[in-house]
């Protein structure tokens, strides 16, 4: 299978050597690797340069930057401006981050995943992060949710979501469009893809209230909105989440923000919602 991958990259100077090693490792190599320097300040452009000297299947584009760290919409822009560069026929395309290091049989797993189930729309390993010199699995979301620094899509899926949207967000966008789209996601376990810094860490500021803009925009409604920001309170063991959440949710709604997906779209993520919690409420009765 033919893989496009798009890595946007703003100041990965400490880590892009080790992840670039990891791409050139595989044994399933992808036909075309893209490297968007995303207006670095540091040596990150040196390093694509390096690479895409080296190697043919290796391009590296600069794409005019305010030189900020950004969560969201600047990072599929760079994403998108990437994949407009690049002319191959692909059959998986992904969005990968430039502080990762996979394993060198990653790719060759991938495909195999793919090719096994054609309603496979996603797929990914799943991340870790160092601490205390041990690589443990960075918990953060659901165990099933395919993380924004490793994102494979097959092309149909791909096309069939529409891309990926220039928001806050994207990265819950894509999963919940591919399931209405009837795709499976797939994550497997068995494959550790390390991290070399911490999700989100240049990207703290105002994060849960951003959540809760996020959760009117995916069109949750206020019942599961609710819902959602309890499981953060419990999650991250702070009171005033639920007030950050909320307090987004309602200013958004105020505002009149624009929604990220259609009327019927919402309604199948409001019932795929309510359906994971019932499930999860069940579970827990059960094993109790």
Known sequence: MKILIIVPIFNEEHHLDKCLQ??????????????????STDNSKKIINKY??????????????NGKAEAGKKII???????????????????????IILPKNYFEKMIQHFKKDKKTGMCSGVLYIKKNNKWENEDLHDKRHIRGALKLYSKKCFEDIGG????????????????????????????MVKHLRATSERYKKNHIFNQGILM??????????FLASLKLVWKNKNLKHII??????????????E???????????????????IKKIFNKINFN
């Open 164 to 191: 990926l949207t220039e928001n806050l967000g994207w990265d819950t966008v894509d999963e919940l469009l591919a399931k209405y789209f009837k795709y499976k996601t797939t994550v497997d376990n068995k494959i």
């Open 52 to 65: 895409s000297k080296k190697f043919s299947w290796i391009n590296g584009y600069d794409k005019t930057s």
């Open 22 to 39: 990891s791409f050139i490792n595989q044994t399933n190599k992808p036909l075309n690797l893209i490297l968007v320097n995303d207006g």
């Open 259 to 277: 929604f990220l997906l259609s009327k019927d779209q919402g309604k199948f993520v409001r019932n795929f919602r309510i359906k994971n919690i």
């Open 244 to 257: 950050e959440c909320l307090s987004g949710y309602l200013n958004a709604r105020k505002n009149k923000n």
């Open 77 to 99: 822009k760079a994403f998108n401006y990437g994949k407009s560069k690049s002319t191959i026929k692909y059959d998986l395309i992904g969005k990968f981050d430039g502080d």
């Open 216 to 225: 009117y925009r995916l069109r949750y409604g206020i019942l599961i909105s």
